[in-house]
Nanobody, 120 residues
Framework: QVQLVESGGGLVRAGGSLRLSCAAS????????MGWFRQGPGKEREFVAF????????YYRDSVKGRFTISRDNAKNTVYLQMNSLQPEDTAVYYC?????????????WGQGTQVTVSS
């Protein structure tokens, strides 16, 4: 069982930056592939970023490549999403996920979400 708690969301201007954090419970955090997903208003949940258990492999949706960086600190059981050059289209509830399958992007566990709003 993994419990995930996101933090760091808020309101930022277009072009600004924000760093999201996801704190995970458990003693086997490093064995879990992790990811960030988001759901904008009136839209389906979509994949944002993936990171392997060791942190050696990352993957991003095309629209955030070069702007967002996913990272993890296994000693702190924490995953981060650094978001730079934010655009209004990035406005969404951002969800942390654990046990992400790299081929399908399915996930075993989900956090409660944190709101990110980008003003133009």
């Amino acid at each position: 069982q993994v419990q995930l708690v996101e933090s760091g969301g808020g309101l930022v201007r277009a072009g600004g930056s924000l760093r999201l954090s996801c704190a995970a419970s458990g003693r086997t955090f490093s064995s879990y592939n992790m990811g960030w997903f988001r759901q904008g208003p009136g839209k389906e949940r979509e994949f944002v970023a993936f990171i392997s258990g060791s942190g050696s492999t990352t993957y991003y949706r095309d629209s955030v490549k070069g702007r967002f960086t996913i990272s993890r600190d296994n000693a702190k059981n924490t995953v981060y999403l650094q978001m730079n050059s934010l655009q209004p289209e990035d406005t969404a509830v951002y969800y942390c996920a654990a046990g992400v399958v790299p081929t399908t992007l399915a996930a075993q566990y989900w956090g409660q979400g944190t709101q990110v709003t980008v003003s133009s």
